[in-house]
Structures are given as C-alpha cells and as structure tokens.
C-alpha cells in the first residue's frame, strides 16, 4: 500500500482491535480492512512490446478496422520508448455489430494485460461509480473498484461499454462521476466514497464503446480520443463471415468443418439479399439459421450418429432460399423510383447509413406546403428553405410563378413512425420538389446528402462514410455530396470508392444539372388539372422497400 492508505488501514485495525468480537461494527470494520488488504496497489503486469506479434494479434480477431489498430500499435510504441506514459482514453464510436467490445479484449490480448468489461448502459445511481460511504448498512465500493480487485492488477485494460446509455435521476448523474475516472490529470487520485483513499488509476487504458455521440455529455466527451468505426463494406463482411461467423457457428451446432461448406456465392447472397447492416450481428444470425438447416439433414442421414462416412453439404447461392425463405432485400432499390416527385437521400443513424426517399406531390388548393413522416424541427425548416428557393427561382426553373398559388405541396418521407431530424436532406428534399414541378424524374441511381441555404448553397454535413457505405449497399452508382465534403472521402474504402461516382457541388444549380433527367415530351406543368397523383404501386414499393429495422433516422 501507498503511506496513505497504509495509515487508514492501520488505523482502522487498532480501531477493531478494541471492538468486542459480536458487534455488527466488527463485521463491518474487518470488510472495510479486507478490501484495503485485496487491492492491487502495486501490482502490476509486464506489457508486451513486440509491435509485429501485437498487430499479428489485432490482424487475427479482426478483419478491417485499421483506425484502431494504427492507434493502439501507436500506443504500444510510445510506450516502449516511454515506459511511463500514462494510459490513453479511446472512445470507439460506431453501430452495432462492428466489433467495438470484442476490440478490447483483443487489445488486452495485445498488450498482455489483463482485462476487465463494466457495462454502463442504463445506469442511473452516482454510487454505481462512486460507492457508498460505509455509515449505510451493506456499503460496498463502486464498479470502478470492484473491477480493479478482480482483475488483480494496476494496469489492466477496462472497457467501458455503452457509456452513451448512462442515466440520471434524483441519485446523481454517473457521467459527472466518470469525469475524474477519464481525466488523466485526476485518475491518479481517484476518490471512492467506501474506501476513502485515493487510489491510482493512471496505468489502466481505458476504453469507452458508445453507438452516438449525442447522448454523451461535453465534459465527459472532451476526455477521451474518439475513434470512429462506421460500417463494413461487402467484402470485408465476407471475409469476417469467412474467417471468423462460419467456423464459430459450425462448432456451436455441433458440427465438423468437413461436414458443410457455404461457397464465397452463397455468403454474398446472405450478405445482400437477406441483410441490411452496418455491423454483422444480423449476418450472424442468418448464417446461423443456415448452419441449423445443415444440422438437421446431417442428424437426418445419420440416426446411428456415425458422421463420418457422410459427404460433406455443400450450401450454393441457389440453395440460401431454401433455408433462409425468400429474399428481403434488393440491390436495385431505387430503381423502382421512376416517378417525377421522387428523390432518394442518404441519411445517418446509430445503427449506420441508410437511403432515405423524398416523396412530393401536388393538389389544388392555396400554395400550402404539408410536411409528414414525423420530422424534426431541423428537417422541416431545410423543407421551407428548400421550397422557398424554388418559389424564387421558379422563371429560372421553367415554372409559372402563379402555379403556387392554385397548388399545394405535400411533402413525405416514408417510414413515418419513426423520427427524422437533421438538416442535410435539403438537396434531396429540393429535387423532389423540382422534378414534381418541370416534370422531370430524378436519376434512379443518384443518392444525395447536403444542407441547402435559401441563396442555394451547399452546405457539408456530417456522417459521409456511413452514408456512402449506405448508398454502396443499397445499388447507388453516384453519390451528390458538398464540395468542402470531398476531404472525407479520403476515411471510405477504395474499393467502395472505385464502385461510385462522386460529384461535388456547391450550389443547388449543379444538383439539378447532376441528378434531374430530360423533360419529357408532354413538357412543363400547365395547370393544376395536369398534376397527376402518383400511382398508389408505385408508393407502395416506395415504401415497402425501405429497411424497417433502422432507428432514429438523422440526415
């Protein structure tokens, strides 16, 4: 023990040295003593400093996701030149599936210390983090604590997952509790309301996982090094599914690995048709399904149980229907918009990028412009200020002015359960109305993404990885971006980049020029008997085509 906690200790014993043996205060002085007595004060464990063999480690448990590993190799260097270096504070930020909790064991691995997991999701009570002070009856210190007598160590690598589920009530706010844990410029006196010395937490890398950074507080997130993990492309989901989501399912199933084999086709036809993600989670569960399938011709052909003289079932892209039922998502999406009045946006979510469809048509009525699909307050004003520009850009466009008079808009984004906030669906929502209006459809294969301003600026936005990623998936072949975007194309794979096309625009004018297709032949709007509602199929392919499972939509 450190002096300090030495004389508390010592202290505390001379106290139960003086206390009769059945007192209630007895038991509660020598469980006081006992976690003093079980804290790692001083031990620590050797860390590794062989660069290749650390990434060889990373390499192996995880297939893509070079940000981080960079990072942590990184580390791992400084801390060979500079053994007293204090611990970094990762925040690893990314939809579910892709990885983010299983990444910190493979650091501990990597770092050869030992590793410990504390779950903050829904955790309300300051005390969770804190303890409590030993005058209430069944005290106990708090998970940070905790955590460090059981791993045994001073320098272990603790994962912090789901730090942007933390709560609050009448107890406390954990969040502010947690911002001595990650500063590290206070750690190394970390203050425990049970045990009322301090203890040092300066050696333990810290490692926060959060799906949004919105939910953490400021304070709390100036801390800590945010490292983004948005999604996996196509391949490097078959490579996981490969390596890591077949041979683990197989052995769960009670199967040998020469007794199916899913083809590099088949695991394509899972991955596209039957999933729509940004992690694997789901992947793994449609596999899953695949491999049970298999499990049960195998225990089929053999009721003795004798396995193996049985030629191996082998699973084909044509056979995944028969397992997995029919297919539920299609590459082609925005295909079936052939309407005018109908363009496709990009939009970011906690679970990854989506596309998102801008519906607009028109009716008789007194220039009234309608808004539904339960928007933010951001997303509707991006509505009023794309509409707006068109009401005074109409000459230009080729729309008489009086047309807003005797018409109104109405404006949906399908999926109208769930919430849509944020500004950059402006270009998209821009489009729909203009190729309502000139009667010209928006290309089929162009996604869009951008804040629009009522002098028809561009303006970027965030999340363009994720968005690409989600074009990528969904067929798009050309992504409309901002221009002063272009710099975060350098974060998307070359392998999705080299699959589409990127126009950069910094005005609406280049929008339109890019994404509207040639007036038809019957030519401009005349009058409001030629507004023509959009075909009741086509809104339901429209909207049955876009994923359900998608939450809290954000453009």
Not at 247 to 276: C, D, N
Request: hydrophobic share 40%; proline share 6%.
């Amino acid at each position: 023990m450190p002096p300090e906690a030495e004389k508390v200790a010592r202290k505390q014993l001379d106290r139960l040295r003086n206390i009769p043996e059945g007192s209630p205060e007895a038991s509660i002085q020598r469980t006081y003593l006992e976690w003093l007595c079980d804290l790692p004060w001083s031990k620590r464990t050797d860390d590794k400093h062989d660069l290749a063999a650390a990434r060889a480690i990373l390499e192996a448990d995880h297939w893509g996701l070079e940000k981080v590993k960079k990072r942590i190799v990184e580390y791992l260097a400084v801390r060979k030149l500079a053994p007293n270096k204090k611990g970094p504070i990762l925040c690893l930020v990314g939809p579910p599936g892709v990885g983010k909790t299983s990444l910190g064991r493979s650091i501990a691995s990597a770092l050869g210390r030992n590793f410990a997991r504390i779950s903050l999701g829904g955790v309300r009570d300051e005390a969770e983090i804190r303890g409590h002070r030993r005058t209430y009856i069944g005290a106990l210190p708090g998970r940070i604590i905790q955590t460090m007598k059981r791993v045994g160590s001073k320098n272990p690598v603790v994962l912090l997952d789901e730090i942007d589920k933390l709560g609050a009530d009448y107890r406390g706010d954990p969040s502010s509790a947690l911002l001595e844990v990650l500063d590290p410029e206070q750690n190394n006196a970390f203050s425990d309301h049970y045990l009322e010395v301090s203890f040092d937490l300066s050696e333990v890398i810290f490692i926060a996982t959060a799906n949004t950074l919105e939910t953490i507080p400021l304070a709390l997130l100036d801390r800590m090094e945010v490292i983004e993990i948005p999604g996996y492309t196509l391949s490097e989901k078959q490579k996981i599914a490969e390596r890591h989501l077949i041979p683990k399912q197989i052995g769960e199933h009670g199967l040998k690995s020469g007794q199916v084999v899913i083809t590099e086709p088949a695991t394509i036809e899972v991955i596209e048709r039957y999933t729509r993600e940004a992690g694997v989670r789901n992947l793994e569960r449609e596999l899953a399904s695949v491999i049970r399938g298999v499990a049960m011709k195998v225990a089929e052909q053999s009721p003795t149980g004798n396995l193996s003289d049985k030629p191996p079932i082998s699973v084909d892209r044509n056979d995944v229907a028969e397992y997995l039922g029919p297919v539920r998502f299609f590459r082609d999406l925005a295909e079936h918009l052939q309407i005018p009045g109908v363009a496709t946006g990009l939009a970011w979510t906690p679970v990854g990028g989506d596309i998102l469809f801008i519906e607009a048509t028109a009716m008789p009525g007194k220039g009234k412009l309608s808004l539904t699909g339960k928007l933010g307050d951001v997303m509707k004003e991006s509505a009023q200020a794309a509409m707006s520009w068109v009401r005074a850009h109409s000459q230009e466009l080729g729309i008489d002015p009086s047309f807003f008079e005797s018409v109104d808009i109405h404006l949906h984004v399908p999926q109208g359960a769930i919430s849509k906030d944020g500004p950059s669906a402006g270009v998209a929502m821009l489009s729909a109305i203009v190729s309502l209006l000139t009667n010209r459809r928006v290309r089929s294969n162009v996604a869009m993404t951008g804040e629009v301003t009522l002098r028809g600026a561009v303006l970027p936005v965030g999340g363009i990885k994720s968005k690409v990623l989600a074009a990528h998936r969904a067929g798009i072949t050309t992504v409309i971006l901002p221009e002063r975007n272009a710099k975060d194309l350098i974060e998307v794979p070359e392998e999705v980049r080299k699959d589409l096309t990127f126009i950069k625009v910094n005005n609406v004018r280049a929008v339109l020029d890019s994404v509207l297709e040639a007036a038809d032949s019957a030519g401009e709007r005349k009058d409001t008997s030629e507004v023509s509602p959009i075909p009741e199929v086509a809104v339901t392919d429209v909207i049955s085509s876009v994923p359900r499972s998608v939450p809290l939509p954000r453009t």
